[in-house]
């Protein structure tokens, strides 16, 4: 589509129904997905750990093609994606996050699709409008939500400066030309013949294809600085003028208006569900703040009233606090103390309480800057970015010596405050790792750069036991309230006679069990993980003294071993103000506790 200015909303929506918002996002369970890495609508054999593993790597030249394709264009598209609906279904997924899936340049192999050429056109590698719309379809028909990854404040590298890419400066560089085609800088930057440009050079809709909608100020060097790390290029990407002025009196461009239209478009089109805004720490809190209100405003007039836009903010917690309260976003991702500590919890290298003071259980406020409520943060663990780890990156499970513990980390990640996030994989327990991002992007359904170090071999085991633990667990945490929306307390344990305590990394990590309570509308559930490689542990936790009394039972629920489901423990009394359970946690395993009523 060339024009945004040709799309007429009130026919779009007219007698139409769209899907109504969740009523408490928190209740949910994302899914992250790479569109070009996860599925296709061929698909190769199912991977065989004996006989597959590292396939790749038999000749130099097989290693080869498989290090080149990590940089490239895989072939994962819309129809495999929908193909792949009910192995998320069963999984227990309620919402999928979508990465972004508009026109890239025809030139550039910007196979994630953070370089957009055309904001109102779907890439042709992931198929089209009709798709899309298809996907939205079938998801909603299984009770899944669908939430797309938008970019606002950059496009892909559509234009060339006059000589060398400059570093940025507070000043307008000159412009060579936008790119045609081949990505050659050929089209005037002044007087664009759109017509001749159309469909794969420039940008697109044609109301963005002037040199007033970008900024023009060279790449960024220093990723702390204002106002370059708002106005500067992404690398290679070319920053877009969103306006000027501080948060309350802040004017939106003509550029800033045309995308969010844009956005607009695709909800009324598709029926979209929310939105992953990328780089809000490269946006002006105001730019923020007109995408964020607008948006909102236009789903609620076609139902959507909670429609969520999940902002991408990294700097630091209070940062991210400060810029959520300020701009309306519904929740923040990419805040690096979560998917780093809840990843080294699990696996015993830090403290437990590292990562459970990072939540409260009551709203925000000023007392609790750096503390995040359930509802308004996203946690996960394993991305596609993994911004904590700066200079090698690595899915939790290439931890060889931890891995098995990998069913911790999603038991923590369901049954901790904040609304969970899983990243295509890991259910696979996916190993990628290697000194680029590119090594945790591995392609779900095989070719040429398949997950652990293979190529045509697909990964959709729904018998692989993290696989079946995941689904198990997820379908718990539908069952029981408190399980989604319980306050939760990190509990003090002991172990034979030694005295209560918080776990703790006495010897460079953590072999003891960590326990903490979810307690809704005053029922208590009692949960644990057992950091421990090689032993069971029995062990005894605190609980609530104001909501049991001594002698009353408590049943296990669920054991990552069977045996121990529907075992009991009575609540028993250390003195009049504490009480406690005895329970056994398996080996690197997991249990939850309830009261047998």
């Known amino acids: ?62 290693e080869k093609s498989w290090l080149e394709a990590s940089y490239s264009w895989n072939g994962g598209n819309l129809q495999g994606l929908i193909n792949k609906l009910d192995y998320l279904k069963e999984l227990g997924v309620t919402a999928i996050w979508v990465s972004p899936i508009f026109k890239q340049p025809a030139f550039s192999e910007s196979y994630h699709g953070y370089g957009i050429q055309n904001f109102l056109e779907i890439d042709p590698h992931f198929g089209n409008r009709e798709d899309l719309k298809k996907l939205v379809n079938e998801a909603h028909a299984r009770d899944i939500y669908v939430i797309l990854d938008v970019i606002v404040n950059h496009s892909g590298d559509v234009f060339a400066y006059k000589g060398e890419p400059p570093a940025y400066e507070d000043k307008v560089h000159e412009v060579k030309g936008f790119r045609n085609k081949a990505g050659e800088p050929d089209i ?7 017509d001749l440009a159309w469909p794969d050079g420039g940008i697109w809709p044609e109301e963005l294809f002037n040199l007033q909608s970008f900024s023009r100020k060279g790449y960024i060097t220093d990723w ?147 503390k995040w409520c359930q509802n308004n943060v996203i946690s996960m663990f394993d991305d596609h970015d993994m911004v904590y780890q700066e200079t090698h990156k690595e ?82 945490r539908r069952e029981h309230t408190e399980l989604m929306k319980g306050r939760q307390y990190l509990r003090e344990i002991s172990c034979r006679e030694e005295d209560f305590h918080y776990p703790d990394c006495d010897e460079g990590r953590c072999k003891e069990v960590i326990g903490w309570s979810r307690i809704f509308s005053q ?15 029995t062990v005894r936790i605190m609980i609530d003294s104001d909501l049991q009394d001594p002698g009353e039972e408590f049943i296990c629920i669920y054991s990552s071993r069977n045996e121990f489901i529907d075992t009991t423990s009575k609540v028993q009394e250390l003195d009049p103000e504490n009480y406690f359970l005895e329970v056994t946690v398996p080996v690197a395993g997991q249990v939850i506790y309830k009261k047998n009523s």
């Open 1 to 62: 589509m060339k024009s945004i200015e040709k799309v007429d909303f009130n026919r779009l929506t007219e007698d139409r129904e769209y899907r109504k918002s969740p009523e408490a996002w928190e209740e949910q369970v994302l899914y992250f997905l790479v569109v070009d890495r996860f599925a296709a609508d061929n698909e190769y054999p199912l991977y065989d750990l004996e006989k597959d593993y590292e396939n790749a790597l038999e000749t130099e030249e097989k």
């Open 188 to 194: 005037d930057p002044e007087s664009p013949d759109k």
């Open 224 to 370: 702390d600085k204002l106002p370059e790390y708002i106005e500067g290029d992404f690398f290679s990407l070319k920053n877009i003028d969103t306006g000027h002025g501080e948060l309350n009196d802040f004017r939106a461009s003509d550029a800033l208006k045309v995308i969010t239209d844009c956005y607009k478009y695709w909800i009324a089109y598709a029926d979209i569900d929310g939105f992953r805004l990328d780089t809000v720490k490269h946006m002006y809190p105001g730019a923020t703040r007109y995408f964020v209100t607008e948006i909102k405003e236009f789903a609620y007039t076609l139902g959507k009233k909670n429609f969520y836009i999940i902002g991408e903010i990294t700097g630091g917690m209070e940062f991210a606090k400060n810029l959520m309260e300020q701009t309306g976003l519904s929740a923040a991702l990419g805040i690096n103390e979560i998917p780093k500590n809840l990843e080294e919890v699990a696996k015993g290298y830090r403290k437990a309480s590292d990562y459970f003071s990072i939540f409260t259980n009551f709203d925000l406020a000023e007392e609790d800057k750096h």
């Open 395 to 476: 899915r939790f499970a290439a931890d060889k010596k931890t891995a098995s513990l990998l069913e911790n980390a999603i038991f923590l990640n369901l049954f901790t405050a904040g609304i969970p996030c899983m990243y295509y994989g890991t259910e696979q327990a996916f190993d990628g790792h290697g000194d680029d991002a590119h090594y945790v992007r591995e392609a779900m359904f095989g070719g040429d750069f398949g997950a652990f170090r293979t190529q045509d071999r697909s990964f959709f085991n729904q018998e692989h036991p993290v696989y079946r633990t995941m689904s198990t667990l997820a379908r718990l």
């Open 523 to 537: 029922n208590e559930y009692l949960l644990a993980i057992n950091c421990n490689l090689k032993e069971d542990i």
